[in-house]
């Protein structure tokens, strides 16, 4: 499958190897592609980055996300655009406590097809669950079926079983795991470690 990934940081690079290690094809957006040189994958600026990709992943920093995708709307029309960012500002704290980042872009980009996943993994977990000891669980939240059908099976690609994907539902329970970044960093601290997940057993 043809990805496009917005951004070019840390969480964007972890994505890309995960995605290129299982046989997708990756480009870069980049408002400064001419800055980077150093990526697995091309990069292009936002635009033509996403004119390549039938699925476009956001990996821009979460609390400017919202900014940066609002303006692309047309050139993301009406792709599957996968939300895993957490937005919180210099004290951690939640930007849209009563919301969510993935119920605004969905309210913004209103074409878009907008599955929030992966924002309750630490980064590298999210492309190998395998690096924990146990199968963990992963959470998808959206309103098109098709759109979460699509990403379920990226997910499955990556090595999360279909028995460790849960769908929450629709967008509006995308604020349920934004919520849980809360609960994240209070346990980042008290293990000093990003490296855990969640485990839902029934």
Not at 60 to 88: C, F, K
Not at 109 to 129: E, F, Q, S, W
Request: negative net charge; glycine residues 10%; proline residues 5%.
């Amino acid at each position: 499958m043809d990805i496009t990934i917005l951004g070019t940081g840390h969480m964007a690079r972890t994505l890309a190897g995960g995605l290129l290690g299982t046989g997708h094809s990756v480009v870069f957006g980049s408002r400064t592609p001419e800055r980077h040189t150093d990526l697995p994958a091309p990069v292009a600026t936002h635009a033509v980055a996403i004119a390549h990709g039938s699925v476009v992943i956001s990996a821009l920093a979460a609390a400017h996300s919202l900014e940066i995708l609002t303006p692309l709307a047309d050139a993301i029309g009406d792709r599957v655009l996968i939300d895993i960012g957490n937005a919180v500002d210099e004290r951690f704290d939640l930007i849209y406590p009563d919301s969510s980042l993935g119920e605004r872009l969905q309210q913004a980009l209103p074409d878009a097809r907008i599955v929030k996943t992966l924002n309750t993994v630490g980064g590298p977990i999210g492309v190998d669950p395998t690096l924990l000891s146990a199968p963990t669980t992963v959470f998808l939240s959206g309103d098109d079926a098709d759109a979460k059908a699509t990403v379920s099976g990226i997910l499955r690609d990556l090595g999360w079983a279909d028995a460790q994907q849960i769908d929450l539902g629709g967008i509006t329970t995308a604020r349920a795991v934004e919520h849980y970044f809360l609960l994240f960093a209070a346990l980042m601290g008290a293990l000093r470690s990003p490296q855990f997940n969640l485990a839902i057993t029934r």
